[in-house]
């Protein structure tokens, strides 16, 4: 079975810290990378979808980049607020069957 | 943007009631999912679901869980004897290219 592992499991920062998880994933056999960020009791929102070896995607304070040929992934925020705090789930794309990491807690204190 | 709708928002229920929670997925995609999350703790990964059959569970999917597609439309998860630990957050998802999530289905066992 194909595991998908996140690093640190849950993470505390204080306000305008920067950080950054990884995923990492034993294969490069695969059609995508996502990245999720999933707050309490809300619906999980989709971060970005990462397909190629070095792509880089960035939204606002968050970016990801994408290494296939080492099977790892890095989510980078910058100057952390707290509404960042959330679940962080990436998760590997086999083709329609998303094998999911067990995320990154994350905790951004004022 | 498809949606994956979760029925009902809110579940209150007596401890050893069974409940039934229940999602409509994306008409096209081919894999499900079942998470939850209790209130204070982290999101925790469930079922997955192919071709009318558990691709993969948790530990936490013991005897009481069971899901199925009884319609080719609804995917259920069905809980048959409550405890108390079981009130939380309860996401489905289903997948194609990328993972859609539902709004979630909030149990609350008394």
């Known amino acids: ?110 | 943007e498809p949606e994956v709708t979760q029925t009902p928002s809110h579940q209150v229920t007596q401890m050893g009631q069974e409940v039934i929670l229940r999602c409509v997925p994306i008409s096209n995609h081919l894999y499900f999912y079942w998470y939850r999350q209790i209130l204070g703790q982290k999101v925790e990964f469930l079922v997955s679901f192919y071709n009318n059959e558990i691709s993969e569970k948790s530990e936490i999917f013991d005897d009481q869980f069971s899901v199925e597609r009884p319609d080719g439309s609804n995917f259920t998860l069905k809980i048959r004897s409550t405890k108390l630990e079981d009130s939380a957050m309860y996401f489905c998802a289903s997948s194609a290219l990328r993972a859609f999530f539902g709004q979630g289905t909030r149990l609350t066992v008394v």
């Open chain 1, 1 to 110: 079975i194909l595991n998908v592992e996140q690093s640190p499991q849950s993470l505390h920062v204080q306000e305008g810290d920067s950080t950054n998880f990884t995923c990492s994933f034993p294969s490069s056999n695969f059609y995508a990378l996502h990245w999720y960020r999933w707050e309490t009791a809300k619906s999980p929102e989709a971060l970005f979808v990462m397909t190629l070896n070095g792509d880089e995607k960035k939204k606002g304070r968050i970016s990801a980049t994408l290494n296939t040929k080492e099977g790892y992934s890095y989510l980078y925020i910058k100057g952390s607020q707290p509404e960042d705090s959330a679940t962080y789930l990436c998760a590997l794309d086999q083709g329609g069957k998303l094998i999911f990491g067990q995320g990154t807690e994350l905790s951004v204190k004022p």
